[in-house]
């Protein structure tokens, strides 16, 4: 006599599994397969998935051989029934354990995390949307998260003034700043960091030039995202005012990055 347990989600087991081509999503269906008697004997099963409500088969595994079993990437809305037979020994009956629900793996995006950052301005001072150098710091005060390598992009770019001078860690020239192309608002600034990263701080300093204190960002958002395509927004500010020439990422100001 065999018994099939009520699946239970742990993380290994998977030997092999084979899926059905139309069904996917992030639910995990995991349990034992054991030969009854005392102590239970693991058991080693072809082991397979099917719909509860078509019978329809979903996908085969292999229990390994402490009996552990696992399915994955199965839609998580659905019921399903799982068998567990020993196939050409033919010495044991199939067991079934019936309305097994998976456990939904779907990974939740952490907030405020992603490998994308921008700036999205929305309202300067009164002229032309200007940063000299911007800092995402993944603590307050901490050690800025860009370099001069790190891929820059922005809605538009004054040809002499391009959005890298936004990283490039120079105050010394109003050369070594990002100027928008026009006017035009919005405009925004985005940094590829390479990895997902946490940031908690953003320091701006505007650019070093008369017209940057005006040309400084005064409504504005800082966004993130996992794919550089659909945003989350970290925070928001407005009326931001009273910027000086920035000098040195000190005179610029610091803006605490908190999920909205
Ligand atoms: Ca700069």
């Known amino acids: 006599m065999e018994r ?4 239970i989600p742990h993380p290994c087991g998977l030997d092999f599994m084979r899926l059905a081509p139309d069904l996917s999503g992030y639910g995990q269906i995991a349990g034992d397969v054991a030969i009854a008697g005392t102590p239970e004997t693991p058991a080693r099963r072809l082991v397979r998935l099917h719909r509860r409500d078509t019978g329809a088969w979903v996908a085969d595994t292999l229990s390994a051989e402490d009996g552990q079993y696992r399915f994955a990437l199965i839609d998580p809305a659905l019921e399903y029934y799982v068998v567990a037979f020993d ?4 010495v044991y009956n199939a067991e079934i354990a019936d309305r097994v629900i998976p456990v939904s793996a779907a990974p939740a995006p952490p907030a405020n995390t992603g490998r994308y950052w921008r700036i999205h301005i929305t309202a300067t ?3 032309t949307a200007s940063i ?3 800092e995402l710091r993944a603590t307050p005060g901490g050690a800025d998260l860009t370099t001069p390598a790190t891929p820059v ?6 040809s ?7 990283v490039d860690n120079l105050f010394d ?3 070594r700043a990002w100027v928008a192309s026009s006017a035009n608002l919005p405009q925004w600034l985005t940094f590829d960091l390479g990895t997902a990263v946490t940031v908690a701080e953003v320091a701006i300093a505007a650019r070093n030039h008369p017209s940057g204190p005006v040309s400084a960002p005064r409504d504005f958002t800082i966004q993130y995202s996992r794919d550089g ?3 989350s927004t970290a925070a928001s500010y407005s009326g931001v005012g009273a910027w000086q020439p920035g000098t040195d990422i000190s005179v610029g100001k610091r803006f605490a990055v908190v999920p909205e």
Request: no cysteine; net charge negative; proline share 3%.
């Open 4 to 7: 099939l347990m009520t699946p």
């Open 87 to 90: 196939g050409l020994a033919a």
């Open 125 to 127: 001072n009164g002229g």
């Open 132 to 134: 000299q150098e911007i």
């Open 153 to 158: 992009t922005a809605s538009s770019q004054y």
């Open 160 to 166: 002499g003034n391009q959005a890298v001078a936004a």
């Open 173 to 175: 020239s109003n050369v």
């Open 229 to 231: 395509d659909t945003w």
